[in-house]
């Protein structure tokens, strides 16, 4: 069982970045394969990135590609989301999942683990 953590979110001008981190607890974290979704007011939730068990293997959503970067570090059990170039349109509450073992994935259906969320909230 993996129990995950969001932090990191905050209130930030456009233009300017952040690093989300999930920490997971439990043992297997790094069979885990991870992402980023996330859910803006009156919104369905919607991918972001996702990474492999090792991070040989990422995948971005169309919105964030080449401003977004997942990473992971299996020894300190911890998920990263560095988020560039922000924009208002990035204003969302953002989740982590786990999905054991695989590969990377877009779907919410594939991650059996979830956090709370990390509200991070861009102004123009």
């Known amino acids: 069982q993996v129990q995950l953590v969001e932090s990191g979110g905050g209130l930030v001008q456009a233009g300017g970045s952040l690093r989300l981190s999930c920490a997971a607890s439990?043992?297997?974290?790094?069979?885990?394969?991870m992402a980023w979704f996330r859910q803006a007011p009156g919104k369905e939730r919607e991918f972001v990135a996702a990474i492999n068990w090792s991070g040989g293997s990422t995948l971005y959503a169309d919105s964030v590609k080449g401003r977004f970067t997942i990473s992971r570090d299996n020894a300190k059990n911890t998920v990263y989301l560095q988020m560039n170039s922000l924009k208002p349109e990035d204003t969302a509450v953002y989740f982590c999942?786990?999905?054991?073992?695989?590969?990377?994935?877009?779907?919410?259906?594939?991650?059996?683990?979830w956090g709370q969320g990390t509200q991070v909230t861009v102004s123009s």
């Open positions: 999942a786990g999905g054991f073992g695989g590969d990377t994935s877009r779907l919410s259906i594939y991650y059996s683990h």
């Open positions: 439990g043992r297997t974290f790094s069979r885990y394969s």
